[in-house]
């Protein structure tokens, strides 16, 4: 009996052992299981582990996106190939540390450029604006301003023509006078000659108020026109300030992303059976669920594939989420027999 019993410790021991072998190895079991059509430990079951508050994301939204990777997966591979679990095998992480905040520095820095832009596109718009009424000003008072010439020297020349006149005239009143009077003939050619005068000044006098006021209406149009340059200069000034702060955010922003760059973004590790993702970095919803997609490509066995565009690229450099033939043909290769 004594015995029996001892067997059947044995065996339990066994059967133990064995147990975490299988646990510990499920890879390994499965790729040298000829019963299996797949050489990967198939469906992959995983749970959500630590998600650090400080990435800002819920619970319920870390799920939701992992639920979405899941589905980018088994909709491309047509079949189950993850499943979320309250034990499952992989714990999912969201792990804060300086590369998060070197993100969210690169997030606001996009933002100041962003800001920058509009505010130097609506100030260059401004400055066309002025530039082009400067330009119409500029245009409407060299018009005036050449009336205005002409004007003065059609005034001069009617100046010049009464004082001619009057010069006569006085003269033929002299004459008269120093021979007593005049005869009533000529009394009365002068008499017309002061009416034709007294026209001419009348008509001086109007051209005279005409020019001052055509001179006070250039002096304004040129008071306005020195403003607007200023204004233009200013603006302009300003534009070139605000575009050299943002090409500043720019060199920021590409010294930023080169270092982002450097560093990972998530990891997939398996210690002795011990399976996790941890994501440690990502821009926005969009990049954590390819950051997802990606390590669960890991999860389920694979490596990296050589094209850029297929999500199992070494780096996520803009792919698309979705899953490509590249990605397709890396699972068939490593999980099918």
Known sequence: MKQIFRKLFLIAILMFSIGVFVARNRAFVAQNNPFSQYKCDIPVTYVVGTVDPRFGVSQEKFVSLMQEAEQKWESALGRDVFQMEVDGRVQVNLTYDDRQSTTENLKKIMTDIDTGKTKTDQLASDYESLRVQLEQKKKVFEAQATEYGKSAKDYEGAVQNYQDDLKKYSQEVEKWNAQGGATEEAYNNLLKEKKKLDAQLKDLKKQ??????????????????????????????????????????????????????????????????????????????????????????????????????????????????????????????TCVR
């Open 208 to 333: 005279e108020s005409d020019l001052l006021a055509l001179r006070d209406t250039l002096q304004k149009k040129q008071n306005e026109i020195n403003d607007l340059v200023t204004r233009v200069n200013e603006t302009a000034g300003v534009v070139n300030q605000l575009a050299g702060k943002t090409n500043s955010k720019v060199t920021d922003y590409n010294q930023t992303q080169k270092d982002r760059g450097e560093f990972e973004t998530g990891l997939y590790t398996n210690d002795n059976g011990t399976e996790s993702i941890d994501v440690f970095q990502f821009f926005d919803d969009q990049d954590l669920l390819a950051i997802l997609i990606h390590e669960m490509g890991h999860a389920l066995g694979m490596a990296h594939a050589e094209n850029q565009s297929a999500i199992m690229y070494p780096k996520l450099i803009n792919q698309s989420i979705a899953i490509t033939p590249d990605d397709i043909n890396l699972f068939q290769a």
